[in-house]
């Protein structure tokens, strides 16, 4: 397994070794001792799965009393997944980081805790899969408005994206800003 740092201290994105042949391939998805030794502390708790279709842009979410560590990946189709540094005493902080994530590399991405997350769906459909470092708790979820043009993400979109209500509605860089260095 290659780790690859990201500008976001604890952000990594990895690339699994893939054994395949014309019969197909195998690949290890979790080892908890590699990553570990890879630099991630936190204990995986809790497994998601989201199934979306093009377009769909989910995020950017986050959880305030009970921050999650996500390390996610795609199973099926393509992605570019984001992680926006919310963490006012990082040298990153408001800063954000982006990677596609695809059926063909099978690369990886290790979300730390403390930090936005969201994805737009590139491909046709796309299986995502999410382990996480704590359990989510809806009354705890925060966002941050996926296009602020104060963070200005570098989505990948040709088309105007699909978004929750939530979504639509999440407050603004300045002010989520506000509240973290309140």
Same mark, same amino acid.
């Given at each position: 397994?290659?780790?690859? %740092?990201?500008?976001?201290?604890?952000?990594?994105?990895?690339?699994?070794?893939?054994?395949?042949?014309?019969?197909?391939?195998?690949?290890?998805?979790?080892?908890?001792?590699? /990553?570990?030794?890879?630099?991630?502390?936190?204990?995986?708790? #809790?497994?998601? +799965?989201?199934?979306?279709?093009?377009?769909?842009?989910?995020?950017? +979410?986050? $959880?305030?009393?009970?921050? #999650?560590?996500?390390?996610? $990946?795609?199973?099926?189709?393509? %992605?570019?997944?984001?992680?926006?540094?919310?963490?006012?005493?990082?040298? &990153?902080?408001?800063?954000?980081?982006?990677?596609?994530?695809?059926?063909?590399? +099978?690369?990886?991405? /290790? %979300?730390?805790?403390?930090?936005?997350?969201?994805?737009?769906? *590139?491909?046709?459909?796309?299986?995502?899969?999410?382990?996480?470092?704590?359990? /989510?708790?809806?009354?705890?979820?925060?966002?941050?408005?996926?296009?602020?043009?104060?963070?200005?993400?570098?989505?990948?979109?040709?088309?105007?994206?699909?978004?929750?209500?939530?979504? $639509?509605?999440?407050?603004?860089? $300045?002010?989520?800003? &506000?509240?973290? *260095?309140?």
């Amino acid at each position: 397994m290659k780790t690859i %740092v990201t500008p976001i201290p604890d952000a990594l994105v990895f690339e699994p070794r893939v054994f395949g042949d014309e019969r197909g391939f195998f690949l290890e998805t979790f080892h908890a001792q590699r /990553y570990r030794e890879a630099g991630i502390k936190e204990s995986f708790v #809790q497994d998601n +799965h989201s199934h979306s279709s093009k377009g769909v842009l989910r995020g950017l +979410h986050f $959880q305030k009393q009970h921050p #999650q560590g996500k390390l996610v $990946q795609v199973s099926r189709g393509e %992605v570019f997944d984001v992680a926006v540094d919310l963490r006012p005493d990082s040298p &990153a902080f408001g800063q954000w980081f982006g990677v596609i994530l695809d059926t063909k590399s +099978h690369k990886q991405f /290790y %979300v730390p805790p403390g930090c936005a997350h969201g994805f737009c769906v *590139l491909s046709d459909i796309a299986d995502f899969h999410y382990k996480c470092t704590d359990y /989510y708790h809806p009354e705890d979820e925060g966002s941050l408005l996926w296009n602020d043009p104060d963070i200005g993400i570098d989505w990948p979109l040709d088309i105007e994206p699909q978004l929750s209500g939530k979504d $639509q509605d999440a407050p603004s860089w $300045q002010s989520l800003k &506000a509240q973290l *260095l309140g």
